[in-house]
């Protein structure tokens, strides 16, 4: 199973751009890379997903590198309401019948005005 | 409105005294999962059901067990709670079975709060 590190915590100023690298050396070849955000109190919500290459969507981007084995979202000019954690999962079928999803601890980023 | 719910969201209970954490999805998802959050360990898998009748163990199952006879439900039950329990759960479901693409993106419950006196 594919493990993912990311770093604990980052801080950014309103208005940068903020990018969190997340590493899954051990990424199979059928396993997705997906980012989710978490509010506290609340559940965690689907930001972006990719396989290879770069993701755009309307909230953020997702580079992942050739060799699959980490990848990086990016928050273009943050505000103070995309304080929250993020999450790095990294999952999909091992080929074993197996559907197990690995989370990462998360990476508390804090936006300061 | 699609969602996911979960019950109760908050409870307190004694060591040995079996609870059930119910969760429904009234999306038609075939992949349904359980996770608990503590601080510093982020979300684990608990268990996780890929369809009716299927399920299979996630990072942390001791001391859990679960069980899928509807598609829409997918209970988490503690036959014997103790102290370590004592977390935050999270109930999610997919379209489809991790792996898939757009379609597995999950949906979380919004939490259910478990002490364990």
């Known amino acids: 199973l594919a493990k993912t590190t990311q770093p604990i915590s980052m801080d950014s100023y309103e208005g940068q751009e903020v990018n969190i690298t997340c590493s899954h050396n051990?990424?199979?070849?059928?396993?997705?890379i997906t980012w989710y955000q978490q509010f506290p109190s609340q559940g965690p919500r689907f930001i972006i997903q990719?396989?290879?290459t770069k993701v755009t969507n309307e909230v953020a981007s997702l580079f992942i590198p050739a060799d699959r084995k980490s990848s990086t979202l990016s928050l273009p000019r943050v505000s103070l309401s995309d304080t929250a954690v993020y999450y790095c999962?990294?999952?999909?079928?091992?080929?074993?019948?197996?559907?197990?999803?690995?989370f990462g601890k998360g990476t508390k980023l804090s936006v300061i005005p | 409105e699609a969602q996911v719910t979960q019950n109760p969201r908050y409870l307190i209970t004694v060591t040995g005294k079996k609870l059930t954490v119910t969760c429904s999805q009234n999306?038609?998802?075939?992949?349904m999962s359980w996770y608990r959050q503590d601080p510093g360990l982020g979300l684990r898998q608990i268990y996780y059901?890929?369809?009716?009748?299927?399920?299979d163990k996630g990072d942390v199952p001791e001391g859990y067990k679960v069980s899928r006879k509807e598609k829409r439900n997918f209970p988490l039950i503690l036959e014997s709670p103790s102290p370590n329990q004592t977390s935050l759960y999270f109930c999610?479901?997919?379209?489809?079975?991790?792996?898939?693409?757009?379609?597995?993106?999950?949906?979380f419950g919004p939490g259910t709060r478990l002490t364990v006196l």
């Open positions: 051990n990424i199979a070849t059928n396993d997705y």
């Open positions: 999962l990294v999952g999909g079928d091992s080929g074993a019948g197996s559907y197990q999803l690995t």
């Open positions: 999306m038609n998802h075939e992949y």
């Open positions: 999610a479901s997919s379209l489809s079975n991790p792996g898939t693409g757009v379609s597995d993106t999950q949906y």
């Open positions: 059901s890929m369809n009716v009748e299927v399920t």
């Open positions: 990719g396989y290879k």
